[in-house]
């Protein structure tokens, strides 16, 4: 451990680095010219820009300037930094958390140390990689830039040693731009190009473009400028250059078609792509230019007529591909069309997956306080904490390395690392800490009570240091290893009479209120490992049930009845969460499933009573329809309609005998489930959470309809849409929201999110948690296989191809987006509904794999963009 610390800076040097400075000007522009000496910084460029030195926004480094400089490169791209110690070395910045931004970052080598070795190393953002930077592929340099929406309020953005040469950077700069341009259903989207259509040479950039986006000119020996000098109103969300917009190019032959069109090196590349567009010329009455849009012989917009001095951008709402890497956009004149298309400017962006999570937000801040506090200066304590793994800050361990939830904190050993001072308050912030360890260090003053109201903890280790004062109650309680040796002036109790010799472990009887907690955590242990429900009591309020009940009775049957219909409990159906399901029916002919409560639980009586008032409130087609139910003495029964295709689970596996549903049913289903939870979301009152939708409550009738059960967890929620906290633990162990670890409710999104579960096991038909792989959560793993670009891999394999590939790929997307881990992310259950109907348009539609059947959006300077409702 001693060996690992590398050095103690002074106090105020290092947290000169931990409080991230600032270096936004009023529009929230961050530039940083990288190696720029502090007493230079700030400078203003000669666009306006300030540049600051980049040196209090990361820890390491050395500076250098370039010796070559053949193209007279902006002053901003004349000095670097480059880092020789360290694999993984970060930035940190300051953003606005939700807010999206164009991130670039500019590295030119410039031979800045005449060994002519260009290097070649990785660019992460936060936990995931963002590009591989190559210098020696370049022979001025390179940008990267994306566009991106901050997870966070702290963006970090590291370059790490992949080989043995130095990675360096010469610029970082964050522009924010408008929060309705630039909308991907998932991803961030990294630039392939950006043109302006001129033979120009000149670059445009801020001021002239508001984002400081940078736009190339091109221009092709088979095309003809043509420009304006009035004015081209560039008044959309997008805000393109007013200068971009005045020259434009249409073909020369002006009955070809426009066509630009390039082979990518990554065949799975999934794109957007803007046109920007506006008529720069003075047509006759008679004349007219119109063209539609094209995307690898693909119509996706048209006709369309540009407009006199006015901007429209054409841009579709999801991300398409091209087949085998060979991509070709093209304007295509009308046959009504008397002069040739034209295009003014022109974006691609691919899509840029993050599927790693940023550690939780509250760990981060707090580990950044504690390094603050005691002025820990670790050459890879840089990034992000806990991923990726082979990363992570030493000294500490972390739960969930999954790629879709946040890591936690779990460890952190601070043991022998010269500490002084008292022990941090930031540390009760790791509220999901189970071991710290102090030990060995100069740590003063009393031990604080806020350890003893840390239940996570498990092991704490104060040993050796010269801590004084008694040891809180709380912290003597069970499960608790405490390790005190070696602090002379603390004791066990008040009566601080003799220093303790021995080590001690402190394991008191829990007091009544640990023990309380203890039992309820092993009670969501214990649900979560049985994959059944738990319940509490004063589920329902008694009185609406009575009421219910009395108004019912007409549904009601006897217990005889119950026997009779059964034929004396023949046929068992399955077991539910409180008791046997048999099968039954009523008057010799309607068949029906029982339920039937086990009498020796109590809390299963609860539940049932619930699940009976809501049943009767309840009516819509995809969800199971209650026939009635028994109600005498100890017999409780319920009585459903009988669904004979049985479980969707067993549809995709093809267990039980049962058939294998083809892909158009698979998103019927997927249709009709998300009815049956929008219903329940919002159409009826008061609204209500499932809490425990999964593949086996799902039901198929006769017509493979798909109809929802066990409403035995849902609860109603009252109010405004939001939910209420529960006090119920619910939910299925790989279904469950996972925000519901911390936040301890379950709201309509946890739904959305176990209706994300569902169709992903509906597209994959893989096992929602897979013990032995990595990869073990179904998220996981298709995150996993998407990165890898194995998306034929990742639809199930039973159904031989015999699908439409854009719609399985939107339905993939809609699932990944659904199972978001932050709620915030995932879509309502209308606009889940929403986007299955056009992926079933697609799928129905049969002409196969490249069918672009999308909607085409197009914004105006006068009319708002259309909302992206997904
Ligand atoms: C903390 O680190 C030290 C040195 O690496 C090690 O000896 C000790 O066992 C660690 N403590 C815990 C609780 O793992
Ligand atoms: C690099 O800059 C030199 C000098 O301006 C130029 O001749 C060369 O074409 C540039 N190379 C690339 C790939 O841009
Ligand atoms: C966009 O930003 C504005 C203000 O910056 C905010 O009022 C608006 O709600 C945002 N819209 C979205 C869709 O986030
Ligand atoms: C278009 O630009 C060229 C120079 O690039 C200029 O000579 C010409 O006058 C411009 N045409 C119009 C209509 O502004
Ligand atoms: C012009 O384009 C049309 C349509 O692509 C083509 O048939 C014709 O041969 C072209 N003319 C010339 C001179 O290239
Ligand atoms: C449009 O009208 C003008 C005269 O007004 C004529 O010279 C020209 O040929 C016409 N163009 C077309 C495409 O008809
Ligand atoms: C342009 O699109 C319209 C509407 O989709 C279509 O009718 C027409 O045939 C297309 N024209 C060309 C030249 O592709
Ligand atoms: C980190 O935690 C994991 C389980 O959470 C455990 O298996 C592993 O041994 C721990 N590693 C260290 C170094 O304590
Ligand atoms: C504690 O501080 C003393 C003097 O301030 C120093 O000699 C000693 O090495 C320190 N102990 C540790 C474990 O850092
Ligand atoms: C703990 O977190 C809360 C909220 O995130 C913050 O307000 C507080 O300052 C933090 N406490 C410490 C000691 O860092
Ligand atoms: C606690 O720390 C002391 C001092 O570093 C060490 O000797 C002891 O083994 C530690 N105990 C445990 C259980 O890690």
Redesign the pocket.
């Known amino acids: 451990m001693d060996t690992s610390i590398k050095l103690l800076l002074g106090l105020t040097a290092v947290l000169a680095i931990i409080h991230i400075v600032q270096a936004q000007d009023q529009k929230g522009f961050i530039s940083l010219d990288c190696g720029l000496p502090s007493n230079e910084s700030p400078y203003k460029h000669s666009n306006g820009l300030w540049f600051y030195s980049d040196e209090k926004f990361t820890q390491g480094g050395k500076t250098g300037r370039v010796r070559e400089n053949p193209k007279g490169y902006a002053k901003q791209y004349t000095t670097l930094r480059y880092f020789p110690d360290g694999i993984r070395n970060c930035y940190n910045l300051n953003v606005e958390k939700g807010r999206r931004y164009l991130v670039r970052a500019i590295f030119v080598y410039g031979n800045y140390d005449g060994l002519g070795m260009k290097p070649v190393f990785d660019l992460h953002f936060g936990p995931n990689i963002w590009a591989t930077i190559d210098l020696e592929k370049t022979a001025n340099g390179t940008v990267k830039d994306m566009v991106h929406v901050a997870t966070s309020n702290l963006m970090q953005i590291c370059l790490v040693k992949t080989g043995k040469t130095k990675p360096l950077i010469s610029a970082l700069e964050l522009r924010p731009v408008g929060n309705d341009t630039y909308i991907t259903k998932s991803g961030s989207l990294a630039n392939y190009f950006r043109y302006y259509l001129s033979e120009s040479s000149s670059q445009i950039r801020y001021s002239n473009d508001v984002y400081d986006r940078i736009w190339n000119p091109l221009f092709m020996k088979t095309w003809t400028q043509i420009n304006t000098t009035q004015n081209v109103d560039n008044s959309n969300s997008f805000d393109t250059p007013e200068i971009a917009l005045q020259t434009a190019v249409t073909p020369t032959n002006s009955s070809a078609p426009l066509t630009i069109q390039w082979t990518s090196e990554n065949p799975d590349e999934r794109y957007y792509c803007y046109a920007h567009v506006a008529e720069v010329e003075d047509l006759q009455a008679n004349e007219t230019r119109e063209f539609n849009v094209t995307w690898n012989g693909i119509q996706y917009y048209g006709p369309f007529v540009p407009r006199r001095g006015l901007v429209d951008t054409i841009y579709t709402l999801s991300s398409r591909s091209c087949d085998g890497g060979k991509c070709r956009f093209q304007l295509i004149r009308t046959d009504k069309s008397t002069r040739p298309p034209l295009l003014n400017a022109w974006e691609v962006y691919t899509v840029i997956q993050f599927p790693q999570s940023e550690t939780d937000e509250s760990d981060v801040g707090a580990i950044k306080s504690i390094t603050a506090i005691y002025a820990l200066s670790r050459i890879n304590w840089q990034g992000d904490p806990c991923v990726p793994r082979q990363f992570r800050w030493d000294g500490l361990?972390c739960?969930n390395t999954d790629l879709f939830l946040p890591p936690r904190i779990?460890?952190l050993n601070l043991s022998s690392s010269g500490l002084s001072g008292t022990i941090a308050a930031a540390v009760q912030n790791l509220t999901q800490l189970e071991t710290l360890d102090l030990s060995n260090n100069n740590l003063t003053g009393g031990v604080p009570d806020f350890l003893g109201n840390m239940k996570s903890l498990l092991v704490i280790n104060l040993s050796r240091n010269n801590l004084n004062g008694s040891i809180p109650q709380a912290l003597q309680r069970e499960g608790l290893k405490l390790f005190i040796e070696g602090n002379p002036r603390l004791c066990l109790s008040d009566s601080c009479k003799k220093p303790h010799k021995k080590k001690i472990i402190v394991t008191i009887v829990a007091s009544v209120a640990s023990a309380a907690i203890v039992i309820a955590v092993l009670v969501l242990l214990f649900v979560l490992k049985k994959g059944k429900p738990a319940i509490q009591q004063g589920l329902v309020r008694t009185s609406t049930m009575n009421v219910t009940f009395a108004e019912k009775n007409s549904r009601k049957f006897t217990y005889p009845e119950v026997i009779q219909m059964t034929n004396n409990f023949q046929r068992v159906l399955g077991k539910g969460g409180f008791g046997m399901v048999y099968h039954g029916s009523v008057n010799g002919s309607e068949q029906v499933a029982i339920k039937v409560l086990s009498q020796s639980s109590t809390q299963g009586y609860k539940e049932f009573k619930a699940e009976v008032d809501l049943l009767l409130r309840v009516h819509h087609t995809n969800l199971v329809s209650l026939v009635g139910y028994c109600y005498e003495g100890d017999h409780l029964a319920l009585i459903y309609e009988f669904l004979p295709n049985g479980e969707l689970k067993q549809h995709l596996s093809g267990k039980g005998g049962r058939s294998i549903i083809n892909w158009s049913t698979r998103l019927r289903i997927a249709l009709e489930v998300a009815s049956g939870l929008e219903y329940l979301h919002i159409g009826c009152t008061p609204p209500m959470v499932h809490r425990d939708v999964k593949t086996a409550n799902i039901l198929l009738d006769d017509n493979l309809k798909a109809k929802i059960a066990d409403f035995g967890l849902s609860r109603s929620f009252q109010g405004g849409g939001e939910s209420q906290d529960s006090t119920v633990v619910a939910g299925t162990l790989g279904y469950l929201d996972p925000e519901y670890n911390h936040s301890g409710r379950l709201g309509e999104k946890s739904d959305v999110y176990s209706f994300g579960i569902v169709l992903l096991e509906m597209i994959t038909n893989q096992p929602v948690i897979n013990q032995t792989s990595d990869n073990s959560h179904i998220t996981q793993w298709v995150g996993f296989k998407l990165n890898r670009g194995d998306i034929v891999e990742i639809i199930d394999p039973n159904l031989h191809k015999d699908y439409d590939f854009n719609s399985a790929w939107r339905a993939l997307e809609l699932a990944m987006l659904c199972a978001n881990p932050s709620s915030s992310r995932r879509p309502s259950m209308s606009q889940v509904i929403h986007e299955i109907k056009e992926c079933l348009v697609c799928a129905n539609s049969g002409i196969g794999k490249n069918l672009e059947l999308e909607p085409q959006e197009i914004t105006s300077s006068d009319t708002s963009m259309v909302p992206m409702a997904r």
Do not use: G, W, Y
């Open positions: 361990n739960s779990t460890a």
